[in-house]
């Protein structure tokens, strides 16, 4: 009887444990995916393209603002990384159309790299 019951109270042990190492395993692989997406968008997202934006410079903070629908609830705020390639501090609170290229994206911010300015539009 007691070998029974020692035999049930490993097996139960060893169930256990076998499910966590699925469970890790599953959340592992789901991590991975993850990596994997936001890795191909990074890397997709690294094209130039051509849009509109404000360059926006807050005060005591000398990081400068790409922003796409400025005027949007949904605006996304992208920090420029050559900040220094242009006078932004003269085009602060302005609407520029710039080529760009994204270099992080998330879904509210990011970070781009502004290649050229094609029109300073107000």
């Given at each position: ?13 060893s ?36 849009e ?22 949904s ?48």
């Amino acid at each position: 009887m007691k070998k029974i019951v020692l035999f049930i109270i490993i097996l139960l042990i060893s169930c256990k444990t076998e499910t966590t190492n699925i469970k890790d395993t599953q959340e592992l692989k789901i991590t991975k995916q993850i990596e994997s997406t936001n890795l191909t968008k990074i890397i997709a997202n690294q094209s130039s393209n051509e849009e509109k934006g404000l360059i926006k410079i807050y005060e005591n903070n000398p990081t400068v603002y790409f922003i796409l629908n400025w005027t949007s609830k949904s605006q996304k705020s992208y920090e420029v990384i050559n900040k220094n390639d242009f006078d932004f501090y003269k085009l602060n609170g302005k609407v520029i159309k710039a080529k760009i290229e994204v270099i992080e994206e998330r879904d509210f911010s990011g970070k781009l790299k502004i290649i050229s300015i094609s029109e300073i539009i107000n």
